[in-house]
């Protein structure tokens, strides 16, 4: 291809500033910006004017957070616009650059190495369509899945579930997929039923362990004899696990991220005072593009009085994370997740909140993204207590009150 600032001058009716400067790559790691995007600068004091752009369809939520990296690079306060050239876009991507305002303009640009002319402008209601955009297919249940397996599998499946049905009490849960059930504490996975033809795999995992010995003495595979039970080897391992995890979080040893997971996953005290019961996300991808679908997964959800609240949890990365909760909101909003019959038979409404969980540390960051938004009211930033991890959650306190956040509560 011509390099970029050939692109860029055979085509100055496209953008409003011209004389570009790019962004070298030392530069690029002092600005912690992404090395495989390209940036340029121009425009005058008042107005900032910056581009990134890839070569290749990039991974949105890293694109759209470069982009407005480096418009905060370049403002330092002055009104700026950001131009966006990529092959492609999704729909999702458009929708969220609509959502940037206050001293942020953004703006979507195809490149088209083959054509003449090569840059085209998106129109910013060209993101605007009315029909919903159908993504991901229905998880499996328990019944579903066991019915691909042979019938004399199938009572050794059903044990294989007693078994764990009854660890619910310690907090492991069942993330079913087409190809295997995972069991988890918070988000450790402990052991997985893996499908073999007509048959399935039970075994142990313990990746997650630093120690190799404990990780080689818990590493076991599981069975159900004739007579229904599963080999004892296999549960001393799972208890020994649970153990093993429940110490370390009276010692406080947990990495935070899975602390949080277990508060919100079990989902009780303020948790279902505020936002009711936790609801499991129903859908899992159909195809390997649909990584949205995946990410959407990690969220949390919580149901009461008809009314869906999403919790995103932000203990890190507090910039990327709000970046792809913009993009993922706008991937829930626009598509036919939340809009199949299923969901709407249950009569679940969601007002497109996302509430961002977090410590006082990255509420600073979290508020300086929501100044790149014209309407930052959707993204809620919730803080926990001060030694969250030894004392509980049960402290948490709204930062982004708004008498719309409540109009839920007098529902429990």
Not at 52 to 80: H, Q, V, Y
Not at 88 to 115: H, T
Not at 179 to 205: D, V
């Amino acid at each position: 291809m011509d390099t970029w600032q050939a692109v860029w001058k055979a085509h100055p009716d496209i953008f409003i500033a011209d004389q570009w400067l790019e962004c070298p790559s030392d530069k690029k790691k002092d600005y912690h910006l992404p090395a495989q995007y390209d940036y340029f600068s121009g425009g005058e004091i008042s107005l900032r004017v910056g581009i990134i752009a890839s070569s290749k369809i990039p991974k949105e939520e890293d694109f759209l957070l470069a982009g407005m990296l480096w418009g905060r690079r370049m403002s330092n306060g002055a009104k700026t616009v950001i131009y966006f050239v990529a092959p492609d876009f999704s729909p999702f991507f458009l929708q969220a650059l609509n959502k940037v305002g206050g001293i942020f303009n953004a703006r979507a640009v195809y490149w088209r190495e083959k054509l003449n002319p090569s840059l085209y402008l998106i129109p910013e209601t060209s993101s605007l369509k009315k029909s919903r955009q159908s993504l991901g297919e229905e998880r499996l249940n328990w019944d579903k899945w066991r019915q691909e397996l042979n019938p004399v599998v199938q009572l050794q499946f059903d044990a294989v579930k007693t078994y764990f049905d009854q660890l619910h009490v310690r907090r492991v849960r069942a993330d079913i997929k087409h190809p295997n059930i995972t069991f988890l504490w918070g988000n450790i996975e402990i052991a997985e039923i893996r499908r073999k033809g007509k048959r399935f795999e039970l075994a142990t995992k313990t990746k997650w362990l630093k120690d190799a010995e404990l990780a080689r003495q818990w590493q076991k595979s599981g069975w159900v004899d004739a007579s229904g039970v599963i080999n004892p080897e296999f549960c001393l391992a799972i208890t020994a696990i649970l153990d093993h995890l429940e110490e370390k979080e009276k010692r406080v040893e947990l990495k935070p991220k899975d602390t949080l997971s277990l508060y919100l996953h079990q989902g009780e005290g303020i948790i279902r005072t505020l936002w009711g019961n936790a609801w499991v996300w129903p859908w899992v991808s159909k195809e390997r593009s649909e990584n949205w679908i995946h990410e959407l997964s990690q969220w949390f959800y919580f149901q009461g009085g008809g009314h869906l609240s999403i919790v995103c949890p932000v203990l890190e990365k507090p910039l990327a994370l709000a970046s792809q909760s913009l993009l993922l909101s706008c991937v829930l909003k626009n598509s036919s997740l939340l809009d199949s019959p299923k969901i709407k038979s249950a009569n679940i409404t969601w007002d497109g909140r996302i509430i961002w969980l977090t410590v006082m540390s990255m509420e600073e960051d979290l508020r300086l993204f929501q100044s790149w938004l014209k309407n930052p009211e959707p993204f809620q930033i919730w803080t926990l207590p001060e030694n969250w991890q030894a004392q509980g959650i049960e402290q948490i306190s709204c930062r982004s009150i708004t008498p719309s956040v409540f109009k839920h509560f007098d529902e429990y």
